[in-house]
Every structure is written in structure tokens, then in C-alpha cells.
């Protein structure tokens, strides 16, 4: 009898730094380091609550907080890390008026990416 191999997956939260500037890139102002350190935690936080989801689904999970200047690289950057065979993401589509069907975030990463990416959206009403 054969056994099929758990899939590994790495939940991400990425986050931008903190009064970055869209577009331009790193911050124009001092965020002071209890905000900082905030973000940084309720990122763990839902890091943590997906890699468990995920364990529940039967994937072998980690998670993982990553900051970054532009956060569609920071996703790229981390699934080339792990030599990733395939991105999961979700979106809110709650973007700019010309990313409004996905949002900003998953655009990007769709259309930077050299693998499979996969969007899921929230269920209506959810």
C-alpha cells in the first residue's frame, strides 16, 4: 500500500513597510517601532491562523512574516526562496479602481510570477 506524500505549504503574510509610499517605495516618514511592531505581530497572528487551516486540510504547514517595500515582491521573493511550485493567495479586491476585480496585490503577483498562481476570493457576503 502506498502512502501519498503531504504537500508542504508556507502561509505568508506579507505587509508593506510602514508609510511606504505607494509606487515610490521606501517610507517618507518615521512609523514608530510599537506600530511597527504591532503590524508585525497581527501578521504572525494570521500567518499562524492559515498555517493551521492548511494543517487542518491535510498540508504539511508553516508560516512565515515577511516585510517589504512592495508587497507583491515580497511574495514572489519568498515562493523563490522555498523554490515554490505554486502560489496560493487570497484577495479582497479592494484596490485601485483599474485592479478592482482582483486587487492590486494579486495582479501583481499574477502577472510577475513565473509559476502557477491560484486567487481565491472571500465567498459573497462573507
Same mark, same amino acid.
Given at each position: 500500500?502506498?502512502?501519498?506524500?503531504?504537500?508542504? !505549504?508556507?502561509?505568508?503574510?506579507?505587509?508593506?513597510?510602514?508609510?511606504?509610499?505607494?509606487?515610490?517605495?521606501?517610507?517618507?516618514?518615521?512609523?514608530?517601532?510599537?506600530?511597527?511592531?504591532?503590524?508585525?505581530?497581527? *501578521?504572525?497572528?494570521?500567518?499562524?491562523?492559515? %498555517?493551521?487551516? !492548511? *494543517?487542518? !486540510?491535510?498540508?504539511? *504547514?508553516?508560516?512565515?512574516? *515577511?516585510?517589504?517595500?512592495?508587497?507583491?515582491?515580497?511574495?514572489?521573493?519568498?515562493?523563490?526562496?522555498?523554490? %515554490? @511550485?505554486?502560489?496560493?493567495?487570497?484577495?479582497?479586491?479592494?484596490?485601485?479602481?483599474?485592479?478592482?476585480?482582483? @486587487?492590486?496585490?494579486?495582479?501583481?503577483?499574477?502577472?510577475?510570477?513565473?509559476?502557477?498562481?491560484?486567487?481565491?476570493?472571500? %465567498?459573497? @457576503?462573507?
Amino acid at each position: 500500500m502506498s502512502r501519498l506524500a503531504l504537500v508542504t !505549504a508556507l502561509v505568508l503574510a506579507a505587509f508593506e513597510a510602514l508609510g511606504a509610499l505607494p509606487f515610490w517605495g521606501p517610507p517618507a516618514a518615521a512609523v514608530p517601532d510599537e506600530m511597527v511592531d504591532q503590524v508585525r505581530k497581527e *501578521a504572525g497572528k494570521t500567518a499562524d491562523e492559515g %498555517a493551521k487551516l !492548511a *494543517a487542518d !486540510a491535510g498540508f504539511d *504547514a508553516s508560516s512565515q512574516t *515577511a516585510e517589504g517595500v512592495r508587497t507583491w515582491q515580497t511574495i514572489l521573493d519568498a515562493a523563490k526562496e522555498i523554490d %515554490a @511550485g505554486m502560489i496560493v493567495l487570497g484577495s479582497h479586491g479592494r484596490g485601485s479602481v483599474g485592479s478592482a476585480v482582483l @486587487g492590486s496585490v494579486a495582479t501583481a503577483v499574477a502577472q510577475h510570477a513565473h509559476l502557477p498562481v491560484m486567487i481565491c476570493r472571500p %465567498a459573497e @457576503g462573507s
